[in-house]
């Protein structure tokens, strides 16, 4: 049984999840988690459908799968919050919730990070989509060193992309929820296809900020 964060986002492995803790209970859940050995300090980061982020009363609204996200460092500020940095880790299925706590905790299962079918030319025609997304928005970027600097393992590349897109909710959560990553690259390969032609036709839209790009560990 591992804490659970419910979160208006979703949380993909390897990606660097920064987060301000505020609400009781949820310090509570920091507090315990620093009790740990280091090694232990994992919880539960799953999206929600609608709002911000959901208790006990509101289960139904969590989706069925979430990244487990393990603490990296934890500031105590002067008023009781935290200011902590959080790195995904590992895909579940939430089972059952149990609420004895302040918080919810999960039954899960641990899933597994298969490649699936995938091949050399999958890659370089995602890397090559996602350069060009890029350079939509920052005209400066060269198409050639996005590229390059994309991260070769097809498991890492299939979740840089998902973060990457500005796509709703439930696309990315769907993105999450595909069962290897090589069906996670051709479903993007669509998607940045669609992105793209979108922005060609309402050029104002902003689809990704730079300052907001996501970080992989």
Do not use: W
Not at 181 to 209: G, T, W, Y
């Amino acid at each position: 049984m591992i804490p659970l964060f419910p979160l208006g986002t979703v949380l993909v492995p390897h990606l660097v999840l920064p987060l301000n803790i505020f609400e009781p209970r949820y310090r509570t859940l920091v507090a315990n988690l620093l009790d740990r050995d280091p090694a232990d300090q994992e919880f539960g980061v799953i999206a929600i459908r609608q709002g911000d982020e959901v208790g006990s009363d509101s289960v139904p609204s969590m989706f069925e799968m979430g990244t487990t996200a393990t603490l990296q460092n934890a500031t105590l500020l002067d008023d009781g919050r935290y200011d902590i940095i959080t790195v995904g880790h590992r895909r579940f299925r939430l089972l059952d919730v149990d609420d004895s706590l302040p918080y919810l905790q999960g039954h899960v299962e641990f899933l597994d990070e298969p490649v699936g079918d995938c091949d050399a030319e999958l890659i370089s025609r995602v890397a090559e989509s996602f350069a060009q997304y890029r350079q939509l928005f920052d005209s400066s970027a060269s198409v050639v060193d996005v590229r390059e600097a994309l991260p070769t393992d097809p498991v890492v590349l299939s979740y840089l992309v998902a973060s990457a897109l500005a796509v709703n909710t439930a696309t990315q959560q769907g993105l999450l929820e595909n069962a290897d990553a090589a069906l996670r690259l051709r479903n993007e390969v669509a998607l940045l296809k669609n992105e793209r032609a979108l922005m060609k036709v309402v050029p104002s839209l902003p689809i990704f900020e730079p300052d907001r790009r996501p970080s992989l560990n």
